[in-house]
């Protein structure tokens, strides 16, 4: 059998694939007769003349594999090992075959080498070629020690003696990556996160040539660069496309995932993982909701007795130093975290210590009985609109919730289920209403003089009354943007876009991820049954219809919100992924396809990569859907 | 009121034993007992009364303490506390037999079970009274699962004096005094404001369950299990007094069983080599089993859900077949050829395989779950196999059919396992009631019924005389709710099925005069939208709601469980069980709030 150089192969993969945007299908290098060795062939083509004739199996110590896939009129096929002179792992199959296997889909030219050459993750070098500030170099260079790390991790999943000595020595990967922009490291509104990523072999190594304008856009092309590297267990090596150009940016701005760790309480260790797997799928917001009336996990500075009184118990707290790792850990992923003290509604215990610090109530109504007539679930719990020293209290939030996490661009109040009986209880004076109004307003106030006189750009309230109509016309759409959580057939789901406020898109019918356990306080099916599956999380695209008016709704984007009542550490990764992976594809790509068999398979192969980096992500199906592509669709 | 005055008394003892420790006075919260429930208030610096941690509080605040399941005949917690030193558990084995290296590895699990009540990031004092503990077998020749056997156990804890608790417990088996221990087990609480375990001194119990079969299904063909995951289930099945772990270890999807005699089975139908479960796997699955008094019970389903792994027999029809709607419910199809003489070779030599490794087994599951008639319609060679028998291809012939395959796979199943050991199939249109009776003896096979609660079918069989296990999908399937893998919407047995349901589906209701022939229950977890990453989420709590239902068959319903059930939660997620979690902490630490 011939083999073809480098350079022809170089040279036929380059004039070959003219990939369009939206139709992403990889050329096929012609190299040999028999198009089912051709992938294998390619890859080893360092090997002598002999050894290519070999039957490949013999070449295998250990456990022999039992299967073998070959891509056949553009899909995967399953083979008994023993019944074709071909090995190929489903892995490798799969990145070589019809689809991009990339998560999530990017937005501009693809194209990508049918053709695949051995790699280590200690080969891999870093040349930052052009960086706007100090800052950003630094980020560059840790963000490269953490995808070298994930290639690393992926190295030790190799088993036993299952090692090729003759796929041909690991290349040399020189990334290149060149930054030309803002030379702010962090993830902010107005930040480009567009890359461009060229791969293709030099000499005996591989050059990858990064180009974007910002920190963040340059991160995720490290993550698809990561994406087209590969663990080969049959040849116990890393691989990797040994060509891809992809030219990417996101359809929305702000892609989020909300974590609320007051109903029960999660580690940092299982925050960092969800924010680890955030980043695998270009998410970058981490919304966390970090308090809530059950209890209040943060131990401020400036404010400590929130947590000593809110607390579930001293193995249940943030000090400060853990918000600052995991800031930190989120902004070298190319994350924001956008932490929520929500109020006036949902707050608790953690409020009460008022009257004996001689401040007065803080709060009324905490665990008021019943509570069915003064909040949404027990137990209940509103700040006092009239006591001055809630706003004293709450600048000091304010200011610390910026301080630690960078973030002062944009800026989330709370602001949801407001109870009007709880203060009308204690205000017979003033409409509820009125004095909602007022507390926002002097929240907005507050978080002012907390953000150095300056209003963040966006700052963000749950849907709600206050954000309907007649109370909607009152708030200013160049300050506030709604998180509409209502259901999108809702009409003040769709009033409040309609008015021209920014929103970030949380409706509970799509992308309400703790729907469908059951409820917590009775027998019945609980309040958001059922459960959404990953289908229905992608499918949905509120800003799509037919209405003439949503082609300007200003929607910065969304976010799956994990609220959870019913659900403790062991649980997470398992409730949020993949299906939080669905939804960073509709928000990155907004392809107008719904979960067709392409989007199937892609994400099969993006939650066989979550479950390798870690985070423990539900099956979408048996195996033997994912060992018999197109079988199961 | 009276329950009021025991936790001052019990507090009253705890303190007794030394003075209010630095952590004690700093301690924001404490826990009081009023009206049935545990109040969490503020521990004031001007406060006298003791202060109660809230394991501490809920052992007296209820009837049956922090215990589950409930037990059935007696439950005498007394009204005190003792500290105990954990570093000082002596463990007596007062009658010897052949099953004393059960009991010992029991003893074991229980040191092991202490160790875990105190949570992550604390550890016990080594201070406190010692404890011994005495195991009385009155049948120490005994290591053998069986549909009667005597699982009751009495557990009795006293003081003898300033320094020493005792504590006994006697049985009339190892199984027995096993779930004596397991409920010892639960009467040490952690109290965390003091750092110091505690014991509930003076107590008698007596117990034993009401039905002999409570199982948890684990289908490992969809997706693959591994052996630690599948021991780590049978370990949290033990703490609440599970007694079978129903192993589905083959399907159409995939064969991971290795047979020394067939093993092109798992070489062709394995997902990887890797990926199956050898003989030495599945003895060591059940030796775990037995010393945690859980049967593991062998299935091999047939003669439909077989696929993988049968390629090189030619032995199945309609494998694979397109469109697998038409021959199947779910791809990928495949089901026997019951035509075929050679078949029953194969199964045999599987069925003696399958005996030798699920070596403590005490009955046998033959599947029989959804058969296709259409399947077997397709093939020209049953076709004619049953034209020369002068049936034709109407419904009740198909039934005759599968009822040659049962009685030949029967034959070969007693022959495998060297005697005429209960048989279990899933309820089908060969157990219809109206008809069951041709096909299968009532004292040969046991029915597992998937159907729902109120099918016609349970009145049906019972009126029969069948035995039946209960696993009606309405409350015991655990798969359900979830997105629908093929198909558009959410899978088919939706909604989510929440522990408040599993805790209310009694089998006595649905059996009414028939109480007798039902066996028990069985939580199934089929595994199409799970793996090890979602097990322990999927099956737990939920699973322990069941198995009260199981071992009580309560006439109380959830409500007056829910304190409990929620610590049962604590304590499994102490033991490494990633269980889910039911309700926000807060109501765990304020019982009684969270109504609805």
Known sequence: MKMMSWGDALWLGLTARFARVGRLRRAVLMLAAAACTAAAVLYWKQQTDDSANRPLHSMYSGIEPQWSWLCQHDRCERYQASDTTTLQSLQTCNMLCASTQLWPQPTGPVSLASAAVPVRSDRFSLKVVASPSRDVTKHLNEAFIVMQNHMRTLEHGVVGENRRSDIGPPRDVLVKVSVNGSGDPRMRLDTNESYKLALRPSGNSLVVDITAHSFCGARHGLETLLQVTWLDPYAGSLLILEAATVVDAPRFPYRGLLLDTARNFFPVSELLRTIDAMAANKLNTFHWHVSDSQSFP??????????????????????????????????????????????????????????????????????????????????????NPRNPHIYDLLEHVYREIIQLTGVDDIFHLGGDEVSEQCWAKHFNDTDPMDLWMEFTRQAMHVLERANGGKAPELTLLWSSRLTRSPYLERLDPKRFGVQVWGASQWPESRAVLDAGFRSVISHVDAWYLDCGFGSWRDSSDGHCGPYRSWQQVYEHRPWATETPESAAWPVEGGAACQWTEQLGPGGLDARVWPRTAALAERLWADRAEGATADVYLRLDTQRARLVARGVRAAPLWPRWCSHNPHACL | MWLQAICIYSVFIIIECGIPTAAEEHSLWRWTCENNRCTKIRNEPENKEPVLSLEACKMFCDDYGLLWPKPTIETNLGNFLSKINMNTIDIQITKQGKSDDLLTAAADRFKTLVSSSVPKGFSAKAAGKSVTVFLVNDNPYIREFSLDMDESYELYISSTSSDKVNATIRGNSFFGVRHGLETLSQLIVYDDIRNNLLIVRDVTIKDRPVYPYRGILLDTARNFYSIESIKRTIDAMAA???????????????????????????KLGAYSPTKVYTKQDIRDVVAYGLERGVRVLPEFDAPAHVGEGWQDTGLTVCFKAEPWTKFCVEPPCGQLNPTKEELYDYLEDIYVEMAEAFESTDMFHMGGDEVSERCWNSSEEIQNFMIQNRWNLDKSSFLKLWNYFQKNAQDRAYKAFGKRLPLILWTSTLTDYTHVEKFLDKDEYIIQVWTTGADPQIQGLLQKGYRLIMSNYDALYFDCGFGAWVGSGNNWCSPYIGWQKVYGNSPAVMALSYRDQILGGEVALWSEQSDPATLDGRLWPRAAAFAERMWAEPSTAWQDAEHRMLHVRERLVRMGIQAESLEPEWCYQNQGLCYG
């Open chain 1, 298 to 383: 943060w131990k401020l500075d400036s404010a400590p007795q929130l947590a000593q009184h809110g607390a579930y118990g001293p193995g249940a707290v943030y000090t400060s130093d853990d918000v600052r790792t995991i800031v930190k850990y989120a902004r070298i992923r190319g994350i924001r975290v956008l932490m929520e003290i929500d109020t006036p509604a949902h707050v608790g215990r953690a409020f009460g210590w008022g009257p004996e610090a001689g401040l007065g109530h803080l709060a009324h109504c905490i665990e008021a009985e019943p509570w069915s007539s003064y909040c949404g679930e027990p137990p209940c719990g509103q700040l």
């Open chain 2, 240 to 266: 609440v007094k599970l007694n079978t772990f129903h192993w589905h270890i083959t399907d159409s999807q995939s064969f991971p069983l290795v047979l020394q005699k067939r093993p092109n089975l798992s």
